[in-house]
C-alpha cells in the first residue's frame, strides 16, 4: 500500500510539474501535424481486479477509456491458455466506452461472444450484442454480476491500441472483483496504449535541428530486481532519411534496464539507468545521473542550447516506441497563433483509411474487381461519406441503401495486374460538407487456380496446343498454378480416365512418374511438366485428365490443388469413326430410291385402275328401260327444281 501511494505522490508531482512554467521553457500539449508519436506496451493498468466469477463462463469487462474519439480504433487479440481450462468455458466480454469506438477482434475456435454499448462497431460481427451499458465502473461491474453471477476480470484500458487478452485460465482466489488502482494484469492481458501525454517546449524562431526527446518512466521495479524495457525510435521522411542531430533521454526509476533497439546511429543518448545498444555494444552501458525533478531535467536539456520536441511521461512500460516524422530541412518553430475560435469538428483522413482498410470490402474474383461496403458499419465515423469511386472517377460505386457496391474488370478503372495475380488500385471517398476526398489504396489477389493444357511437342509452343491425345503418341502436360505463392509446383498424382468402362491409366502417383511417363525439371515456379503416351483401348472417344498438385508454403505448409480437363482420344492407324458415304454409295442410294418410286407408282395405278366403279368403266347405254327412265327423269327433276317447274307443278 505504501508503494502504490508513493507511486501515485509521484504521478501527482510529476503532472504538476509538467504543466508549470520553467525558465524559458513551457511544455504545452503537441498537435497532432506535429508528426510525433508515442506507443507503450504494458499489463498495469489505471484500474482493475480478477475474482472466482460465474462457474459456467468467464466474464470479463473492459472499460475503454479514448481521450480523442476521432482515435478510437482498436484491435483485440484473444487466446486461449494452455494446460488449463482450454475452452471448456464460454466467454463473454463486456466493452464499455465513453464514446463511439471501432474494434476489430482475432480469437481462437473457442465459444466467445461480445457485448458492447451503443453506437460502436466491432468486426466480426458475429455473436455480438449491443445494448445500452451502465456509464459508470460501478454501475457496470454491478450489471454484470446481476446478470452472470460474477466477474472473472475488470478492467480500465486507456487510449488502447492493441488489446492481447488470454482466456481458459482457471477461476482466480478472490471472491469478488474489487477494482484497484495501477492493477498489474501480467497473467493475462497486455496492451499497447497511444499516450495522449506528449508535451513539447520549441524556442520561438529558433532551429529545429538540435532537438531532444525526453521518455520519462514513472513506475520501476516493486523489488531489488532489474527491469528490462525495450526502446525503439522510428523517424521517416518522405524525401528519404536524414541525419540530423537529436538527443534522447530516457529518465527511470532505478533498476531499469534499457534495450535499445532500433535506433538511427546519430541519435544521442542521456540514461539514467544501464542501457544496451543492440548492433554496437555486447555489454550494457553505465547510465549517467539525471535530475529526478521534471523542472531540473528541462534545465539541463535547456543548458545546452536544445528544444524540447516531446516530452512523455509513461506511468508503467515494457516497451517504448516513439515514432516521428520529420524532414531534414531546417524548420522554424512558429510563433503561437493568434486565438480562434475552434474548428468545427471533422472526421481525421486515418480514421477513415484505418475503419475502411479494416472492412476490406474489396475482392478479387475471376471476372474482374468486387467493391461492397456496408453502409451501416461507417456509423462509427462522424460524418456520412457520399459517394466512392475508383482512383477512375467515372467508375462510381452505386449506393443500393444498404451498401456501397461496384463490379469492374481488371483492365479498366486504372487498375493495375501485377504477375496476372496481384490487383491494386484505390477507394476515393467524399465526405459530407467536406472539400478534401480521402484515398484508401488497396491490393488484392485472384482466386488460386490450377489449369492443365496439352501439347504436341516438347517445345510447349502455344500453335502445338491440342485438345486431344493421340494413340501410342507422345502427349505432353503443362500445369499452371495462379497463385502469389513462390514455392515451385509439384505434381503428386495423374491420371487419365477414359468415357467408357475402362480401367484409368495410372500417369504419375506419390511424385512418381509410372511407365511411359516423363516428368520435366521445373521451368518456372509456378508451372509444372511432364509427357505420356495413351496405351489404352483404341475405340474410346473421349476421356478426362486429373491431376493434383502440390506446393510447400513459405509457411512450410503442403497445399495441394486439383484440376481436371476433357480431351479426345485419336488413333491415326484405324479409319475414322465418322468418315461419311463415298460417291459410289451416294449414287447407289439416289438410283435405289428413284426405281422404289417408279414401281411404287406402278403399283399404286394398278391399283387403281382395278377398284374403280363398273358404271364409269362400261359407255352409257342408249335405250334404257321405261323404269330406269322414268326413275332417272324422276331423279333430276327433284334435284334440278327451277321456278318454271315449281309452277307446272302446281
Request: hydrophobic share 40%; aromatic share 6%; charged share 15%.
Amino acid at each position: 500500500m505504501e508503494t502504490i501511494r508513493g507511486h501515485v505522490l509521484f504521478l501527482a508531482t510529476a503532472m504538476s510539474a509538467i504543466s508549470a512554467a520553467v525558465e524559458g521553457c513551457i511544455l504545452k500539449p503537441i498537435g497532432s501535424d506535429e508528426g510525433i508519436k508515442v506507443f507503450y506496451t504494458t499489463s498495469t493498468v489505471p484500474s482493475g481486479c480478477v475474482s472466482r466469477g460465474a462457474t459456467e463462463v468467464e466474464i470479463h469487462v473492459l472499460h475503454l477509456k479514448y481521450s480523442d474519439p476521432a482515435q478510437a480504433l482498436s484491435k483485440l487479440n484473444v487466446s486461449v491458455a494452455k494446460g488449463v481450462g482450454g475452452c471448456s468455458r464460454k466467454a463473454v466480454f463486456i466493452l464499455n466506452s465513453n464514446s463511439t469506438f471501432a474494434l476489430t477482434v482475432q480469437m481462437d475456435d473457442c465459444p466467445i461472444s461480445f457485448i458492447a454499448n451503443e453506437p460502436s462497431y466491432i468486426h466480426p460481427s458475429k455473436n455480438v450484442t449491443k445494448m445500452d451499458l451502465p456509464a459508470s465502473t460501478e454501475e457496470l461491474l454491478d450489471w454484470a454480476r446481476r446478470t452472470y453471477g460474477g466477474v472473472s476480470s475488470f478492467a480500465v484500458l486507456e487510449n488502447p491500441r492493441n488489446i492481447h487478452f488470454q482466456v481458459g485460465r482457471g477461476p482466480s482466489t478472490p471472491e469478488d472483483c474489487i477494482p484497484e488502482s495501477h492493477f498489474k494484469a501480467d497473467e493475462y492481458l497486455e496492451v499497447e496504449v497511444a499516450s495522449s501525454e506528449i508535451k513539447s517546449c520549441l524556442r520561438p524562431g529558433g532551429p529545429m535541428r538540435d532537438v531532444t526527446h525526453v521518455l520519462w518512466l514513472e513506475q520501476g521495479p516493486l523489488d531489488s530486481t532489474t527491469q528490462a524495457v525495450d526502446v525503439n525510435m522510428k523517424t521517416t521522411c518522405s524525401g528519404g532519411e536524414q541525419a540530423l542531430p537529436e538527443l534522447l533521454v530516457l529518465k527511470g526509476q532505478p533498476g531499469i534496464l534499457w534495450n535499445i533497439n532500433q535506433m538511427a546511429g546519430y541519435v544521442q543518448f542521456w540514461a539514467s539507468g544501464d542501457h544496451y545498444i543492440h548492433k554496437k555494444f555486447s555489454t550494457s552501458l553505465p547510465g549517467m545521473a539525471l535530475p529526478d525533478n521534471i523542472k531540473g531535467l528541462i534545465e539541463k536539456i535547456s543548458s545546452v542550447n536544445r528544444s524540447i520536441a516531446s516530452f512523455t511521461v509513461i506511468p508503467s512500460a515494457k516497451s517504448i516506441t516513439l515514432e516521428q516524422l520529420k524532414c531534414a530541412e531546417i524548420q522554424v518553430a512558429p510563433a503561437p497563433p493568434a486565438a480562434t475560435s475552434p474548428p468545427a469538428a471533422t472526421q481525421p483522413p486515418n480514421m477513415v483509411v484505418t475503419l475502411v482498410t479494416m472492412l476490406k470490402p474489396w475482392s478479387c474474383t475471376d471476372h474482374g474487381l468486387e467493391i461492397a461496403l456496408l453502409k451501416h458499419n461507417l456509423l462509427v465515423l462522424q460524418t456520412t461519406i457520399t459517394e466512392i469511386t475508383l482512383d477512375d472517377p467515372g467508375c462510381k460505386a452505386r449506393d443500393n441503401n444498404t451498401h456501397f457496391v461496384l463490379s469492374s474488370t481488371f483492365d479498366t478503372c486504372k487498375t493495375h495486374l501485377e504477375g496476372g495475380i496481384r490487383a491494386k488500385n484505390q477507394l476515393i471517398l467524399t465526405q459530407e460538407a467536406l472539400p478534401d476526398k480521402v484515398t484508401v489504396p488497396f491490393q488484392c489477389d485472384l482466386p488460386e487456380k490450377l489449369r492443365l493444357q496439352l501439347y504436341l511437342s516438347p517445345d510447349f509452343s502455344p500453335m502445338s496446343s491440342t485438345a486431344t491425345v493421340e494413340v501410342a503418341k507422345v502427349t505432353y502436360v503443362q500445369a499452371s498454378l495462379r497463385t502469389a505463392e513462390k514455392a515451385p509446383l509439384m505434381p503428386y498424382n495423374c491420371l487419365l480416365q477414359p468415357s467408357s468402362a475402362t480401367p484409368p491409366q495410372q500417369l504419375i502417383r506419390d511424385s512418381v512418374a509410372l511407365t511411359h511417363v516423363e516428368i520435366f525439371p521445373v521451368s518456372s515456379p509456378k508451372t509444372s511438366r511432364f509427357s505420356f503416351t495413351y496405351t489404352g483401348k483404341e475405340d474410346v472417344l473421349t476421356a478426362v485428365l486429373f491431376c493434383k498438385m502440390y506446393l510447400v508454403s513459405e509457411q512450410k505448409e503442403i497445399r495441394y490443388f486439383n484440376s481436371s480437363l476433357e480431351v479426345k482420344i485419336e488413333n491415326p492407324s484405324s479409319p475414322p469413326h465418322n468418315q461419311g458415304l463415298g460417291i459410289g454409295a451416294v449414287l447407289g442410294i439416289t438410283f435405289g430410291a428413284f426405281l422404289i418410286g417408279v414401281l411404287l407408282t406402278a403399283a399404286l395405278w394398278y391399283i387403281y385402275s382395278h377398284t374403280r366403279p363398273l358404271a364409269k368403266m362400261q359407255p352409257a347405254s342408249a335405250n334404257l328401260p321405261a323404269s330406269e327412265s322414268s326413275s332417272t327423269n324422276h331423279s333430276l327433276g327433284s334435284t334440278q327444281s327451277t321456278p318454271c317447274s315449281t309452277s307446272s307443278m302446281a
